[in-house]
């Protein structure tokens, strides 16, 4: 029994080591391979593509094979060669494996295998969910929102759900479903680290970032850009460093913290100079012209603006530039340079991103407003609204019909004004929008004073008054106390 006992102990012992030397061996060649293959795509601006789930399984399946074509292949792969790997995969009828290494440094010629690979295999959903991504990875929207569509969560693998939940967070923040994408973010982050995928979980606290920073939620925001930040450091991630102080800049701009987000901006431009990512680079031109625009210094702001074009052709990059230009020339009332940036940013984001080419056709209806060009700024208004209505887009058409009635109030057609402000407050009331109903509200006040309703023109100014101070909107709040106080004044005499 003694004897029994020790060997027992000495056998435990031994599995245990060889277990610990297994594991060894395997992340220090995981680790290599991670590193030379996000190394390779660094210059890449935007979504990477990258599977941790399919190159954890290649890298166990050279290390076990015993043969040097399968240990040169381990080898090569190491420092980012996915050749010799792919070979011998194939060779062993791991199609689907080497077309994932493969999609590392070709996706597009990786995709056409991979979409006949899901079509023989449709229940496979881990190739499903990697086809979603390589789509995402692609700006195909449409293909990748389909392709999700076929991934059933419920049946799916712990690292299949945290992919699923990741990308489709991306499709709820484009909704303006902030709580559904937070949801998602936050199952896919649990799932990633559960699945030690640290590259990807860096990549899910980003976007969770993202969409606490658009919520305004920012010390949540502030936790999870720090999360980010520090898993890209240790993965030795220099393009996802890069990217997450981007998001901290923009995090600081919305804190007003202007000096703090000039640093982040400064190490994300430095760090993308020096790796020769030109279209991250020029998205930071314009994050910076965008807290130069907010600072009121123009003239600087415009400058950035210039070294986008001269820096980039990626057509996101240009048409946010060229939204941004606009918003610079409106502001020093340099109208009709605004309607020209305005248009090109429109024709830019036509086709990719509703939302925004809404916001820019808004934004020359707003110049064309300014130029009393009014018969063109309500025809484009109108294509606004019926754009906006048969599709979802984050896009108020309130902002629209507000518009519209400011064009009909200068035109004195004061009865059609205030229906348009009675649609526009509608819309504000439904998706609870408490300065634009406050604006809706002033707006609606002065056409009762202009009609001689002096009490109602009252009423209805001290509800845009409360509904402002509700918001916490200062400034708001401050010219609307000041228009009721010189009415009341105006009632009295």
Avoid: W
Wanted: aromatic share 10%.
């Amino acid at each position: 029994m003694k004897y029994l006992i020790l060997f027992a102990i000495f056998g435990y012992a031994a599995f245990t080591g060889v277990a610990f030397y297994r594991r060894m061996v395997f992340d220090h060649f995981y680790k290599l391979a991670a590193k030379a293959l996000i190394l390779r795509q660094q210059a890449f601006n935007g979504e990477i593509f990258f599977s941790e789930r399919v190159l954890k399984s290649v890298v166990r399946f050279l290390i076990k094979e015993h043969n040097p074509s399968a240990k040169r292949a381990l080898l090569y792969l190491c420092f980012g060669k996915t050749s010799p790997a792919e070979n011998y995969l194939k060779k062993h009828n791991k199609i689907f494996e080497a077309e994932i290494l493969n999609a590392f440094q070709n996706l597009s010629n990786a995709i056409p295998v991979i979409e006949k690979e899901v079509k023989k295999n449709p229940s496979r959903q881990e190739m499903t969910i990697e086809l979603a991504a390589m789509y995402f990875c692609r700006g195909n929207l449409p293909k990748a929102r389909l392709a999700l569509e076929n991934i059933n969560p419920k049946k799916a693998s712990r690292y299949v759900k945290a992919k699923y939940g990741y990308y489709q967070s991306f499709f709820n923040l484009a909704n303006g479903d902030m709580l559904s994408a937070s949801e998602n973010c936050s199952r896919a982050i649990k799932l990633f680290n559960r699945e030690r995928a640290y590259y990807e979980e860096a990549k899910a606290c980003q976007q969770m970032g993202t969409v606490y920073r658009i919520s305004c939620v920012e010390d949540v925001a502030q936790f999870m850009f720090d999360a980010a930040l520090k898993l890209n450091e240790k993965l030795g991630n220099r393009a996802g460093c890069a990217d997450v102080c981007g998001n901290l800049g923009m995090l600081m701009v919305l804190q007003e913290r202007f000096e703090e987000a000039a640093a982040y901006f400064e190490k994300a431009e430095k760090i993308n100079e020096e790796i020769r990512r030109n279209s991250a680079l020029a998205d930071i031109y314009n994050q910076q012209a965008l807290m130069l625009l907010l600072q009121k210094e123009y003239k600087t702001a415009a400058r950035k603006l210039s070294l986008v074009s001269k820096t980039s052709s990626d057509k996101k990059s240009l048409a946010f530039g060229q939204e941004l230009l606009a918003h610079v020339c409106y502001e020093q009332k340099s109208y009709k340079k605004a309607v020209k940036a305005a248009e090109t940013a429109e024709e830019l984001y036509k086709g990719s991103n509703l939302s925004a080419m809404l916001e820019s056709m808004y934004l020359r209806a707003l110049c064309l407003f300014e130029l009393k060009q009014f018969s063109e700024a309500e025809k484009l208004l109108r294509k606004i609204i019926t754009v906006s209505r048969k599709n979802e887009s984050s896009f108020h058409p309130a902002n629209a019909y507000n518009l519209l009635g400011l064009i009909f109030l200068q035109m004195k057609d004061l009865k059609r004004a205030k229906g348009l402000f009675l649609q526009s407050l509608s819309l504000e009331q439904k998706n609870d929008r408490l300065t634009g109903i406050a604006t809706d509200y002033a707006n609606i006040s002065l056409i009762e004073y202009r009609c001689g309703n002096f009490d109602a023109a009252e009423k209805t100014l001290q509800t845009a008054l409360e509904y402002a101070k509700a918001f916490g909107e200062n400034e708001l709040s401050k010219i609307i106390e000041e228009r009721l106080n010189k009415l009341k004044i105006q009632l009295k005499q």
